[in-house]
């Protein structure tokens, strides 16, 4: 019975003290940690968010890079900061849910050692063929590689990036063979794609928006579950009879999981907020992404956890590792 006392005594008191820190939180600057160097989708998303976050908290919201080993570095040191609301991490579907998958010892459980404050955006994936390629539809493509092994090329930014998962799972569903060309980024991918020596690419439908509009590659086909609203006429990879594929790389915040629910429920409504400003929703929407301001923290946890299962039963099945 003392024991039983004892207990809900120090509950009560933890609770007090929550409802303390919450009432004054935050009384200095938040730090959200993005795992990627500046200027890609990871730094957008999360400037995008701290510009405007900061304001409704009554405090800056300072971006910090911490980059190295794909998104490793700045996803453990933010598993590994102080659970006071006050480090955040941007977390993206490469880091929280492809991670797992490409890494047999991952030193941070995603779905353990951080809580999901709100998911902000998505966006899929196009695959593009070079402008000469002969084949002009996804089935063409699979046809031709099935009748002729290793002679399909396909770009990505860097091994184990979403492009060349996005790409490595399609063919493994498939059944065919092709030849990962990784690049140093994105870029360069594009310049040996519009040169015709490289043949495929799978990148984020923001990137290689300008390029099918302008007709400058072909479109074959989407990652996500329904097709491109802005690309209405090209299927999804679902559609074309290769498999079922779902992906879409999304970007939220995360801070670790011990962060007291008063803290994390006034975060969640200030970045709900940004989420759904209209400014907001207009940039991510400028460059082909989808905001996910409307769906409920519940359906956010769930895509999430969906999304980990998910994927590192499919690029453990298609061999890829992060190694």
Request: proline share 7%; net charge neutral.
């Amino acid at each position: 019975m003392r024991g039983f006392v004892c207990k809900a005594v120090l509950a009560i008191g933890l609770l007090g003290a929550w409802g303390a820190q919450a009432q004054t939180f935050p009384d200095h600057p938040l730090k959200l940690i993005v795992p990627q160097p500046p200027g890609g989708g990871f730094d957008t998303a999360a400037r995008i968010v701290a510009d405007r976050l900061g304001p409704l908290l009554g405090q800056g919201v300072v971006v910090e890079n911490r980059t190295g080993a794909g998104t490793l570095v700045g996803t453990e040191a933010a598993a590994r900061a102080p659970a006071d609301g006050y480090t955040m991490l941007l977390g993206g579907l490469a880091n929280i849910a492809l991670n797992p998958g490409l890494y047999e010892k991952l030193s941070y459980d995603p779905l353990k050692d951080f809580k999901l404050v709100a998911l902000v955006v998505s966006n899929p994936y196009m695959l593009i063929a070079r402008p000469d390629m002969p084949q002009k539809s996804l089935k063409e493509v699979i046809d031709y590689a099935r009748a002729n092994p290793e002679k399909v090329t396909y770009a990505s930014g860097g091994r184990g990036t979403g492009q060349h998962i996005a790409m490595a799972i399609t063919a493994q569903l498939a059944g065919v063979k092709m030849v990962h060309v990784p690049y140093r980024g994105a870029q360069a991918a594009y310049q040996d794609i519009l040169g015709g020596r490289v043949d495929l690419f799978f990148d984020n439908w923001g990137t290689a928006r300008p390029l099918v509009e302008d007709k400058r590659v072909i479109a074959l086909a989407a990652s996500s579950a329904k097709r491109i609203p802005a690309a209405p006429d090209v299927p999804t990879v679902s559609e074309a009879g290769v498999g079922d594929l779902d992906m879409e790389t999304w970007f939220g915040i995360f801070v670790p999981s011990a962060t007291p629910q008063p803290v994390l429920d006034r975060l969640r409504a200030d970045v709900r907020k940004v989420a759904a400003m209209p400014d907001v929703i207009a940039l991510f929407e400028k460059t082909g992404g989808r905001p996910l301001y409307g769906m409920s923290t519940s359906d956010m946890e769930a895509l999430v956890a969906r999304d980990v299962a998910n994927f590192t039963r499919l690029i453990r099945a298609a061999g890829i590792t992060g190694e």
